[in-house]
Structures are given as C-alpha cells and as structure tokens.
C-alpha cells in the first residue's frame, strides 16, 4: 500500500464515520448480507481485515453476539482507536499481508474494499487459505469494474483504470483452492448535494487522494454543471460479494 494511501486514511480517521455513514438502514442491511455470506454463527472466530473504523464489526456485534472477540486489523491505528476498547474487539495494527503471515487459526474473514491497495493479491489470499481452518469462508467485497457515482469524468476514468476485476480474484482465489461463488448486492442511496460534495472535497474515496487540490476543484466544477438542477443525487451503490470457501478436509 503506498505512503498517499496510507497518509489518506491516517488523516481521514477521525472523520471517516461522517463521510461513509450514509444511513443506520445503509449498514444495517450491508451487515445482514455480510452475515448471511458469511454464514456467522456465534462460535465463529471472525478477522476483518481492513476493518477501518470498524463500522461493519460494530454492527455485526450489535446483530449476532459472537463469543469470541473480533480480530480488527488495520495498518492505521488512528482508524482502529475509533472502535470500542472492550472485550468485544481485539484490535491489531497491522499490514494485511504481515496478519496473513502470523501463526494464528479463525474459520471466518471479511474483507471489504482493501483488496485494491493490496499489491500482491496471490500471496495475501493464500496465506489467508493456509490459515484458515477447513470449512471457513472468506468474504470478499468490492465495488464493480465501473461505477455510477456522481463523481466527475477523470475521477471515474481513473476509477475504472486501477479497480481490480471480480473475475480476476475468483480466477485467483479458485487457483489457490477455494470453492468461489459471486453475488452482486445493490442499495439506493439518496444524498444531499451539498453533503455529497462536501465529501468530494474531504476525499471520501481513497480514489480522490490522487488528485491534487486544483485538480480536485476543478473536477466539483464539472459535478456543480452537471448536477445544477439537483439538490439530491440518487444512485445506486453496488458491490460484489465475492464467497470463497474452504472445504472440510
């Protein structure tokens, strides 16, 4: 993961719920599918790799209280101190890869959009194999090869450019053993112009770290053209859960 990522999310930590929290309905429901995917059951020992601020471990405690701790990690400790110190939470600060690598044992993983920072996809996602016991799942979810956010044009060309394929990581993820299933998930949003473009401007995307300030400018300029007449932007959000089991041996 580069330094700009990483500086992104270090500075966006203590903002980054009032960016990405549409709606308690918005996780709520992303949460219900997470846990139906992932098939979670109490016992299970869940890693949620990439956790942020741990949004979705929250929420997934708040539905099914699992008896172990979830194992949040993330490279930004500014992000993991937004999560409850509680016996609910082990927080661990920490590289993907260099997690992947530790001796330790779990049967369930999340990974929600991490996988696009992730440079070496094989390697990650077999050390993740070899530690995961027989029977788990991994989830992966990302966002599709081509979005319809009200972004403007350069930020959706770049979007497309560096965005993994879905197809690419069921090619990966069966190559290394994993039986894979692919599911498209949608949710309509409805934001305010005005809060949406204040997220623009804080760069609520890691994809917006990119561009530089009069770049960034100049892109709200083409969005304040092509949206004048609307005070509420509506689309679609839509994600590709990516199931990938490990067989009982």
Not at 22 to 45: P, Q, W
Not at 106 to 113: D, G, V
Not at 118 to 135: C, E, Q, R, T, V
Request: proline content about 4%; overall charge negative; glycine content about 2%.
């Amino acid at each position: 993961m580069s330094k700009i990522i990483q500086n992104h999310y270090q500075n966006l930590a203590i903002q980054y719920d009032n960016l990405w929290f549409y709606s308690e309905n918005y996780v709520r429901f992303f949460t219900e599918e997470i846990i139906k995917h992932l098939r979670l059951n109490i016992a299970d020992i869940l890693v949620d790799l990439g956790c942020g601020t741990g949004i979705y471990a929250q929420e997934i405690n708040n539905q099914i209280q699992l008896q172990k701790p979830i194992i949040c990690v993330d490279f930004s400790d500014k992000m993991l101190e937004q999560i409850p110190n509680n016996s609910k939470y082990e927080c661990i600060v920490m590289d993907a890869i260099e997690f992947a690598a530790l001796p330790r044992t779990y049967n369930k993983i999340l990974i929600k959009e991490l996988i696009h920072h992730i440079d070496k996809k094989d390697l990650l996602l077999s050390s993740l194999f070899k530690k995961m016991a027989s029977g788990g799942i991994l989830l992966l979810i990302l966002l599709p090869p081509t979005i319809n956010y009200p972004l403007f044009s350069k930020a959706l060309r770049k979007y497309e450019e560096i965005q993994p394929h879905y197809n690419n990581l069921t090619q990966i993820l069966e190559k290394i053993g994993f039986n894979v299933a692919v599911d498209f998930v949608e949710y309509p949003l409805a934001i305010p112009k005005s809060k949406y473009f204040q997220m623009v401007r804080n760069r609520y995307m890691s994809l917006l770290s990119s561009f530089d300030d009069n770049e960034l400018a100049l892109g709200l300029a083409e969005m304040e053209q092509q949206y004048a007449q609307q005070s509420v932007l509506k689309f679609t959000d839509c994600f590709v859960f990516i199931t990938a089991s490990k067989s009982l041996c």
